[in-house]
């Protein structure tokens, strides 16, 4: 069996193929047969899990078994208390209300490597960073839970899929899981 962790860029398909010609993760990893454990959007960032075992797959990409992912999230402007709890709460988006999150306000900008290209930046608009940890991941949620509240995703980046975080990896990146992360995932 096969694990593999790896730092997704922005604007690389969360796939292997695509019929029109843009980057995908065959760019990026040249192992054959293993498959991504759900989806990361082409303008997001971040941790992706691949692995060709299909019973930890569907372990870790249903919502059943509530399995944590963390983003960190840049906004426009910032968040008052009211946009906060109702992020952590749950919220309607397309006639679906998410499960509750953890979220907070990060006290500064993490470090990550610059986006390539760059957000748009606005001088008059301020942005903040969130971290917002979900325990589902419908299509484009975050972005649309915080657009919900009046927040709208500037930048998106998992950084942690459970115990398994970006750290160490750099942009592009990848490397199979050590023995001692895999059994910490198949506990889970």
Same mark, same amino acid.
């Given at each position: ?10 604007? &690389? ?128 949620? &975050? ?15 998992? &950084? ?23 059994? &910490?995932?198949?506990?889970?």
């Amino acid at each position: 069996m096969r694990y593999i962790l790896f730092y997704k860029p922005y604007g &690389v398909l969360s796939q292997f193929t695509d019929g029109e010609g843009r980057q995908t993760l065959k760019d990026y990893i040249p192992v054959p047969d293993v498959y991504p454990v759900g989806r990361l959007d082409w303008d997001s960032e971040g941790l992706v899990l691949l692995t060709d075992d299909g019973r930890l797959q569907h372990r870790l990409s249903d919502p059943q078994y509530g399995h944590p992912r963390t983003y960190w999230v840049q906004v426009e402007r910032i968040p008052n208390e009211l946009a906060l709890e109702q992020l952590a709460t749950g919220v309607e988006i397309q006639k679906y209300r998410t499960k509750p999150a953890r979220v907070k306000l990060l006290a500064a900008e993490p470090e990550l490597p610059p986006r390539d290209p760059p957000i748009r930046d606005r001088q008059n608009i301020p942005t903040t960073w969130l971290e917002l940890t979900l325990t589902e991941g419908k299509n484009r949620q &975050v972005r649309r839970m915080t657009a919900s509240v009046g927040f709208p995703t500037l930048r998106l980046v998992r &950084v942690a899929i459970g115990s398994l975080s970006l750290e160490g990896l750099s942009l592009g990146a990848w490397r199979d899981l050590t023995s001692a992360e895999v059994k &910490v995932l198949k506990r889970k």
